[in-house]
């Protein structure tokens, strides 16, 4: 690392940067999309596999009242589907249907349709477009070694 630059002012700049794209890229409407809080169910029960609500919450963080709305709301939609426990026929656990799947992916595709729009806008050389392509590796491995 170059003796003149401060590894607490990199990590300052970083994550001011990235806090605010992610903050902006997380703000895209999508056509029927989803909601936060749905986005967040989905992905952590895309993420996680068939798990129960309240298990879902611990992992959001909140509480199995506001998960269970989210859920109803994705379920409604066809988005989640419910299934008795293999393991407990008690308890029911929450799957993603392929619906659901794809209003991910349709998320993903919206959010890197706008970075695309906006690296495209002139707004950035050539070359500063090489350092951004150099920088994903980068900050995944910084992301990895947190």
Do not use: C, W, Y
Not at 30 to 42: F, H, I, K, Q, W
Not at 66 to 89: C, F, I
Not at 103 to 112: M, P, S, T
């Amino acid at each position: 690392m170059n003796d003149d630059l401060d590894p607490d002012e990199v990590a300052s700049v970083l994550l001011a940067g990235l806090s605010v794209l992610v903050r902006r890229v997380r703000q895209v409407p999508v056509d029927g999309g989803l909601t936060m809080p749905e986005r967040t169910a989905l992905s952590r029960l895309d993420r996680l596999g068939p798990t129960t609500s309240s298990a879902l919450a611990r992992e959001a963080q909140i509480t199995a009242q506001a998960m269970g709305a989210t859920l109803g709301a994705l379920r409604s939609r066809g988005l989640v589907e419910r299934h008795p426990d293999p393991d407990d026929g008690r308890r029911m656990v929450l799957s993603v249907t392929e619906a659901g799947l794809q209003a991910l992916q349709d998320k993903r595709n919206a959010r890197v349709d706008l970075i695309a729009r906006a690296l495209t806008s002139s707004a950035f050389t050539q070359a500063e477009l090489e350092l951004l392509a150099e920088a994903g590796p980068l900050l995944e491995r910084l992301a990895q070694s947190i």
